[in-house]
C-alpha cells in the first residue's frame, strides 16, 4: 500500500508573512525593469515595485 500524506493547513503566521509591514507602510522596494520614459509628461521615471505585496509607484526625476 502507498504511504499516507498528511495535510497541514498553513498557520496564521505562514498565511499572512511580510503583509503587515506593507501594511502599516513599510514596503521594500524594489526597482521594476520596464519602461523608463513616461510619454505623457516627456520625463524619465523610475517604477518601484513591492515584491511583498506587488504595490507600485513611480518617481520622476
Not at 497541514?8 to 505562514?14: A, F, I, T
Request: hydrophobic share 25%; net charge positive; aromatic share 8%.
Amino acid at each position: 500500500m502507498g504511504e499516507i500524506v498528511r495535510f497541514k493547513r498553513p498557520g496564521l503566521q505562514e498565511k499572512h508573512k511580510g503583509k503587515t509591514l506593507c501594511r502599516s507602510g513599510f514596503h521594500k522596494w524594489e526597482v521594476a525593469k520596464g519602461n523608463p520614459f513616461d510619454v505623457k509628461s516627456g520625463k524619465l521615471v523610475t517604477r518601484y515595485r513591492c515584491p511583498r505585496c506587488g504595490a507600485t509607484k513611480v518617481e520622476s526625476r
